[in-house]
C-alpha cells in the first residue's frame, strides 16, 4: 500500500512497529489497516508500506533504529516459524533489550500459533490471534498505546 504522505522513515516516529515471519503477512496486514483507520497514516511501520526506503544498505541499522528508539510500541506477531527468519531475529534483539532493561509495556505478543519461540516462555502473556479478529487486536494495540 502506498501512504498518503510520503516521510522519511529514517527520522520518522511511528506508534507501533510489527514483527512477524512472512507466512503471517496476511493477517498482520489486515490489523495494519485496520489500525490505520484508528490511528491514521504513517503511524504503524509496516515494512510493505515503505518498501523504496528499506531497499538500501545497512537495512540492519534502521530496522534497529526504528524498532528500538523511534516506535513507543512493538508488536511481535509470533509463530513457529519467527524464530527461524533471520529478520525477525534481528527485531526481536530490540524486544530483548526491552525486557533487559525492564520496558515491558513496551511490548506487546499476538499468537499466531503455540508453537516454541526461543526467549518466549509459558509466563508470557499474549493475545490469541486463532481466536480475535484482526479488527479485536488493532483495538487491542490501540488500548496498549494509551497507557504509554
Known amino acids: ?8 522513515i529514517e527520522h520518522h516516529n ?9 507466512e503471517s503477512r496476511d493477517f498482520v496486514e489486515q490489523v ?10 504513517n503511524r504503524v511501520f509496516y515494512d510493505n508500506d515503505y518498501e523504496s526506503q528499506l531497499a538500501r544498505p545497512g537495512l540492519d541499522f534502521l530496522l534497529q533504529d526504528i524498532y528500538k528508539n523511534r516506535s513507543k510500541l512493538i ?3 509470533l509463530s513457529g516459524k519467527y524464530q527461524e527468519k533471520k529478520w525477525c531475529g534481528l527485531e526481536f534483539k ?6 533487559m ?3 515491558l509495556k513496551r511490548i506487546m505478543y499476538v499468537r499466531m500459533d503455540l508453537e516454541h519461540v526461543d526467549g518466549v516462555f509459558n509466563t508470557d502473556g499474549y493475545i490469541d490471534a486463532t481466536k480475535k479478529t484482526p479488527q479485536a487486536i488493532a483495538g487491542f494495540i ?6 504509554l
Do not use: P
Not at 511511528?14 to 512472512?22: L, P, R, S, Y
Not at 530490540?94 to 525486557?99: K, L
Open 14 to 22: 511511528f506508534d507501533v512497529a510489527v514483527t512477524f515471519a512472512g
Open 101 to 103: 532493561s525492564k520496558e
Open 94 to 99: 530490540a524486544v530483548r533489550d526491552f525486557i
Open 75 to 77: 508488536v511481535v506477531f
Open 142 to 147: 490501540n488500548q496498549r498505546l494509551t497507557i
Open 32 to 41: 495494519v489497516r485496520e489500525l490505520e483507520k484508528i490511528l491514521g497514516t
Open 1 to 8: 500500500m502506498v501512504c498518503s504522505k510520503i516521510i522519511d
